[in-house]
C-alpha cells in the first residue's frame, strides 16, 4: 500500500489527474507506451489491466510527463552559473525543456534558437573538423530503436566509430563476457522460465528498488517450487521480503519471503563464493560421476572443461569461504540446492558488471550453469537484468563503438557507403580524448553524461575543453551546465509524448532485456509544439550537415518512421516483416542462439573459462566503497530525498557501514565524515556524508550515485569491458571540519 500511494503521490505531484490517469492506464500495455523505467519484460499473455507497472515506473512517468515547462524566459531568469549551484535533485524538478535552447560562447545564459539555426551551427561545426574523429556520439539507454539506428548511421555515414552509450557503464562486462563464453552478449530466458526453473540465483542485484516487476516474476517461480538464492552485501528488502501491490493478499500487506537462502558476500568476494560452491559439485561428482553435472551436455556442447577443472582444484573450499565471507554451513546448504536441481536461471545486475574482474565473474556464473547444462532448455539460462529501457536494442541497431563487423558490412551492402573500420571511443576514452583536446565536439543523444561517468571533476574539465557540446533531452540536467564553449540543448519528445509526423502519431520500438521487441506509442499531449521526435531530429541534422551529398535519402525518414524500419529490416537480421510484426500487439522475439542451446563462439561451443580469485588488500584505515541507487531515484534523476526500504529520509549523503568498522575507525553513529582516496597520485574527496551503521560485512560501504562519482577514478577500469570500477572503490574517511 505505502508504494501504492508513494506513486500517486509522484504522479499527481507532477500533473493533473486526467494526464496523469491517461499516462497511467495506457503504461506497459500492449497498445500503450513502454515504461520508461528499466527494461524488465511485460508478460506475454494478459497483462494487468490497471496495473502494469510499478511504484518506481510510475515515478519514471511523473518525471517526464510533467507539466513544468521551461521555455525562453527561464533561461532568461536563471544564468547557467546559478543553475549549476542546484543539486541534481533540484535541477531535475525545475521540469521539461520546451523549446531548443543556444548559449554562445562567452555567454552567461541561454537563449531561444530556431530548430533550423540549431542544425545548422551543428552541421557547421561538423563539417570544420579536421577528422571526423573529433567528434563524439553519446548515446543512453532510453533511445528507441529507431532513433538509435538514424544516430549510428549519421555517425558511421560522417565518418566516425565514436558512438559511446551508457551501457559502457553498465551491462558491457555482461556483453563481453557472454559474447566470448555463449556467442551472444544477450541473456537466453524468457520471462515464462522464472515458473519453470528449480533455482533462481540473483547477484548483485536489488530488483525491488530497480526492476520491482520482476519480484512478480520471483513469486510466481517461488510458487511453483523454486528456491531462490541471493548474493549481496545488502539484506535488499524487496528482494527478501515482498508483497505484490497487484494482488488482493499484496494490498492487505502479507508478506511472502522470496529468498530461501540469503548469502551476504563482501564486496567482490563473488568469484571466490562461486568457485566454493563449484568446488563442493566436483567432490560430490567425482564421488559418483554423472550425478552432478551434466556430462553429456558437457561433452558435446562444451570447451575448456579439463583446464577449468585443473584450475578448480588448485583451490581450498574452507579459504574460499573466507574469501567470499560466507560460513562453510551456508555454502554446503547452497552447493546441495545446486546437486539436485538441472533448471537454473542466474540474474545479475551492477553488483557483478563494476568491478574490476567483472568479466571474468560474470564467466563463473556461466561455468556453473554449463556444468549443470542449465541452459538451451525451459526453465533454465542466463538473465542480465538491463537497466535502461531500450539499452539492449540499442545495441542491436548499432550503437556500438565496437560494432562487429558483419555489422559494418551490412551498412555497406544497404547504404553503398564504407563506413569507418577503427574502432571508436567508449565512454572513458571519450571523457580521455575530450581532456587531451582530441574529441572537440560532444553530442548526446538523452542521459546526463557528466553526473553519470566517474571521476566528475575530471570530467566537468573534458566537457569544457570541448568546443561544442549538445544535448538531445527531455528535462533539465547537469550536463547542460558544465558545458563546452558553445552549448545546445535540443528538447525531444519522451515515451509518454505523442510524436506527430505530417498529421499522423508516429510509433516506435523498444527490445526489452529478454528481447522482445515492442511498439511504444506516446498518448499525452506534448508540453509544448516546439518538441521534435528523436528520429527527426536526428535525420534533420544529417541533412543540415551533408546537404545534397549524402548517399542516404535523410528526408525520407522524416516523413513516416516505417521508412526507418523498412531500412532496419534490410541492415540487421532477426527484423523481417518489422513494419508488420511491429504493430502485432506483444511484439516479437529475435533470434536467439544460447536460447536454443546455439553457441556461435569462434569454436561453435559453449566456453568454460579459467580465472582466478583476486585478493584485495587494504591497510588498516581503508574501506571499499560501492556505489548503488537510491529507491527514489532513476540514476541521475533523483525523484525524492527518501530510501523508504534502507529506512533513510530526506538525505542523500550519508554512508552505510558496519558498526565494527565505526567503532574500529573511532567514529560513532550520526558522525559527519568526509570521504576522501588517493588514486594515482591525485586526491579525490566527497565532502560531508552522514555515517549510518548498517547491515554490511565488515570493510565494505556503501554511498549513493551520483554524489560520490567525484571519488571513482577515471583510471580504475574493469579488464576487458572498459566499465568503471563503481562498485569497488578504495577509500579513508576523516572528520569533517566547519
Ligand atoms: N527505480 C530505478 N530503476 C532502475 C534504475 C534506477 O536508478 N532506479 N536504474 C536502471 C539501470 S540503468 C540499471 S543498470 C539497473 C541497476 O540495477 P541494480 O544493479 O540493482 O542497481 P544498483 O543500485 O547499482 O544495485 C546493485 C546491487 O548490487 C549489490 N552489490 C554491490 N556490489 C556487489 C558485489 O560485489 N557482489 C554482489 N553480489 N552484490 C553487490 C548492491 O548491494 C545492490 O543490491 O536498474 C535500472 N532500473
Ligand atoms: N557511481 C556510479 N556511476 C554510475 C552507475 C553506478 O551504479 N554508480 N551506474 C551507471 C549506469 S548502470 C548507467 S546506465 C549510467 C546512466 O547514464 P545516463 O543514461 O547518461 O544517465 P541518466 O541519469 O539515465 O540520464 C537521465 C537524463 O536523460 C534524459 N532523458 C530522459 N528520458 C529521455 C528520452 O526519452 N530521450 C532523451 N533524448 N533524453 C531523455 C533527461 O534529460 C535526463 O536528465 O550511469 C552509470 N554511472
Ligand atoms: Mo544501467
Known amino acids: 500500500m505505502t508504494a501504492v500511494l508513494s506513486s500517486a503521490k509522484h504522479v499527481f505531484g507532477e500533473m493533473d489527474v486526467a494526464r496523469g490517469m491517461k499516462a497511467l492506464l495506457a503504461l506497459n500495455q500492449k497498445d500503450g507506451f513502454d515504461c520508461p523505467g528499466c ?208 494482488t488482493v493478499k499484496g494490498a492487505l500487506g502479507i508478506k511472502a519471503r522470496l529468498t530461501d537462502i540469503f548469502l551476504q558476500v563482501k564486496l567482490n568476494g563473488d568469484m571466490a563464493l562461486l568457485k566454493a560452491i563449484e568446488l563442493l559439485l566436483l567432490e560430490e561428482e567425482e564421488k559418483k560421476p554423472g550425478s552432478v553435472f551434466d556430462l553429456e551436455f558437457i561433452k558435446n556442447n562444451t570447451a575448456g572443461y579439463e583446464e577449468f577443472i585443473s584450475n578448480l582444484k588448485k583451490y581450498k573450499v574452507e579459504e574460499l569461504a573466507e574469501a567470499a565471507g560466507i560460513s562453510m554451513e551456508q555454502i554446503r546448504e547452497t552447493a546441495d540446492v545446486f546437486k539436485k536441481k538441472g533448471k537454473i536461471i542466474a540474474c545479475w545486475a551492477m553488483g557483478l558488471t563494476q568491478h574490476k574482474n567483472a568479466v571474468a565473474t560474470i564467466q563463473e556464473v556461466v561455468n556453473l550453469i554449463l556444468l549443470k547444462g542449465s541452459i ?96 538531445i533531452s527531455t528535462k533539465l540536467n547537469r550536463s547542460h551546465l558544465i558545458h563546452g564553449k558553445e552549448a545546445l540543448i535540443l528538447p525531444c519528445c519522451g515515451h509518454t509524448d505523442i510524436d506527430m509526423v505530417n498529421g499522423e502519431a508516429q510509433f516506435i520500438t523498444c527490445e ?5 521487441v515492442q511498439m511504444s506509442k506516446g498518448s499525452l499531449k506534448p508540453i509544448s509544439d516546439k518538441l521534435l521526435g528523436e528520429p527527426m531530429i536526428v535525420a534533420r541534422l544529417a541533412m ?69 580469485v583476486t585478493k584485495i588488500e587494504l591497510a588498516e584505515d581503508e574501506l571499499m566503497m560501492q556505489t548503488l541507487r537510491s529507491h527514489d531515484q532513476f540514476n541521475t534523476t533523483i525523484y525524492g530525498l527518501d530510501d523508504r526500504y534502507r529506512g533513510v529520509y530526506n538525505e542523500r549523503r550519508v554512508i552505510f557501514m558496519n558498526e565494527k568498522d565505526i567503532i574500529r575507525l573511532g567514529f560513532k553513529d550520526g558522525d559527519i565524515v568526509d570521504l576522501y582516496n588517493n588514486h594515482g597520485g591525485v586526491e579525490r574527496i566527497a565532502r560531508k556524508f552522514i555515517i549510518i551503521p548498517f547491515s554490511i560485512p565488515e570493510q565494505c560501504t556503501a554511498t549513493y550515485f551520483p554524489e560520490t562519482n567525484v571519488l571513482v577514478p577515471i583510471g580504475s577500469t574493469a579488464d576487458k569491458s572498459n566499465t568503471p570500477t563503481s562498485k569497488m572503490v578504495i577509500l579513508k574517511l576523516r572528520k569533517h571540519v566547519g
Open 39 to 246: 527494461a524488465w519484460p511485460d508478460p506475454d499473455g494478459v497483462r494487468s489491466k490497471i496495473a502494469e507497472y510499478c511504484e518506481n515506473g510510475a515515478k519514471a512517468i511523473a518525471e517526464e510527463a510533467t507539466t513544468k515547462k521551461l521555455g525562453a524566459q527561464f533561461f532568461k531568469d536563471n544564468s547557467v552559473f546559478d543553475l549549476a549551484k542546484l543539486n541534481d535533485y533540484q535541477i531535475g524538478k525545475k521540469g521539461r525543456v520546451a523549446e531548443p535552447m543556444y548559449l554562445p560562447e562567452g555567454a552567461t545564459h541561454y537563449q531561444p534558437i530556431s530548430w533550423d539555426d540549431a542544425f545548422k551551427k551543428m552541421g557547421d561545426k561538423l563539417n570544420s573538423l579536421a577528422s571526423p574523429d573529433e567528434a563524439v556520439f553519446y548515446t543512453s539507454g532510453r533511445t528507441g530503436n529507431e532513433a538509435a539506428f538514424l544516430y549510428q548511421l549519421f555517425a558511421r555515414e560522417y565518418g566516425t566509430n565514436n558512438l559511446p552509450d551508457c551501457s559502457n557503464m553498465c551491462h558491457e562486462s555482461s556483453g563481453v563476457a557472454l559474447g566470448e563464453t555463449l556467442g551472444l552478449g544477450k541473456g537466453s530466458v524468457k520471462l515464462e522460465d522464472f515458473a519453470k526453473s528449480e533455482v533462481i540465483i540473483i547477484l548483485g542485484q536489488n530488483p525491488g528498488t530497480n526492476h520491482p516487476r520482476m519480484l512478480s516474476a520471483l513469486q510466481e517461480a517461488k510458487e511453483a517450487g523454486s528456491t531462490i538464492i541471493s548474493v549481496n552485501p545488502l539484506p535488499e528488502t524487496g528482494l527478501i521480503g515482498f508483497s505484490n501491490p497487484q
Open 376 to 471: 538451451g532448455k525451459p526453465g533454465a539460462g542466463t538473465c542480465p537484468v538491463r537497466g535502461h529501457s531500450n539499452v539492449q536494442g540499442d545495441r542491436t541497431m548499432g550503437i556500438n563503438e565496437k560494432a562487429p563487423q558483419k555489422f559494418l558490412d551490412s551498412i555497406e551492402r544497404v547504404y553503398g557507403f564504407r563506413p569507418p573500420q577503427a574502432h571508436g571511443y567508449d565512454v572513458v576514452e571519450c571523457i580521455h580524448a575530450m581532456h587531451e583536446g582530441k574529441a572537440k565536439v560532444f553530442i548526446a543523444m538523452g542521459g546526463n553524461f557528466l553526473s553519470a561517468t566517474p571521476d566528475t571533476t575530471y570530467t566537468a574539465e573534458a566537457m569544457r575543453n570541448c568546443d561544442m557540446t549538445v544535448h
Open 512 to 516: 526489452n532485456s529478454m528481447g522482445v
Open 544 to 612: 543540415a550537415t551533408f546537404g545534397d551529398r549524402s548517399k542516404i535519402n535523410w528526408k525520407l525518414y522524416t516523413e513516416h518512421y516505417d521508412y526507418i524500419r523498412n531500412d532496419i529490416e534490410l541492415t540487421i537480421p532477426g527484423f523481417g516483416d518489422y513494419n508488420k510484426r511491429a504493430r502485432i500487439l506483444g511484439g516479437f522475439y529475435l533470434p536467439n542462439g544460447p536460447r536454443e542451446g546455439k553457441f556461435s563462439t569462434a569454436n561453435g561451443k559453449a566456453n568454460f573459462t579459467t580465472s582466478d
